[in-house]
């Protein structure tokens, strides 16, 4: 299958400070990713939607503001934490489409940030 | 709208016994059915899916599942479970008029040696 990398696995970071998730697709193009927050022991939460070149889909509830994303090329969306909080601490987890019509999404590893 | 449930927060077997794991669904469409696998602070793996045809799909690690369109039903099957089966699996349901992916609660496995 095809391979969404996440980076970084792991981040600790301090009240006020702001942290960016990088997602890419390594070997496909990938027009549509998205943005899960996942509480433990608890089911995905879709964020947002990114397309390539155009501002992303916030869900409802989801402060575009405190939680911005970039799409800027068909393999690599951002995810930045603005001005985190200890509630902020969370696990966050991008997928992927391909550009062609394939129907599985693809899941990055995922970024377990912690705010302290 | 577009839901899944997983009726079960666990499922425990011994190893060498069959696995299922539940799901139902709820779209207005024609559904695209999907098995997702996560391991502790992990992403998610595809398992398989259901598009179209064949109602039963086999997938990945001795995976199927069971697409039956009466009950709403996409339970996910393993006749003999492992021990490093162990994980977190999640059923999610995509409307094929729709984009977005809705995923049930999860269904912790346990296979016990």
């Known amino acids: 299958g095809a391979v969404v990398s996440q980076h970084p696995s792991r981040v600790i970071c301090k009240s006020g400070t702001s942290v960016k998730i990088e997602c890419r697709s390594l070997?496909?193009?990938?027009?549509?990713m998205f943005w899960y927050r996942q509480f433990p022991k608890q089911s995905l939460m879709l964020m947002a939607t990114?397309?390539?070149?155009?501002?992303?889909?916030?869900e409802q509830g989801v402060e575009k503001d405190k939680f911005l994303i970039n799409h800027a090329s068909l393999t690599l969306s951002t995810l930045t934490v603005t001005s985190a909080h200890p509630e902020d601490s969370s696990f966050y987890i991008c997928s992927a489409r391909l550009r062609t019509e394939v129907t599985e999404a693809f899941f990055g590893q995922g970024t377990r940030l912690t705010v302290v | 709208a577009q839901s899944v449930a997983q009726p079960e927060d666990q499922v425990n077997v011994a190893e060498g016994n069959p696995l299922t794991v539940k799901c139902t669904y709820s779209?207005?469409?024609?559904?695209?059915l999907f098995w997702y696998v996560q391991y502790p602070n992990r992403g998610l793996q595809f398992l398989l899916k259901?598009?179209?045809?064949?109602?039963l799909v086999k997938g990945s690690y001795g995976f199927e599942a069971e697409f039956n369109k009466s009950q709403t039903s996409f339970h996910l099957k393993k006749p003999s479970a492992l021990v490093s089966d162990s994980a977190l699996y999640f059923c999610?349901?995509?409307?094929?008029?729709?984009?977005?992916?809705?995923f049930g609660a999860g269904t912790t496995v346990t296979v016990r040696a």
């Open positions: 070997d496909f193009q990938a027009t549509t």
């Open positions: 779209v207005s469409g024609n559904p695209y």
């Open positions: 999610a349901v995509r409307d094929i008029g729709d984009y977005k992916l809705s």
């Open positions: 259901y598009i179209t045809g064949d109602n």
């Open positions: 990114s397309n390539e070149g155009s501002k992303a889909t916030y």
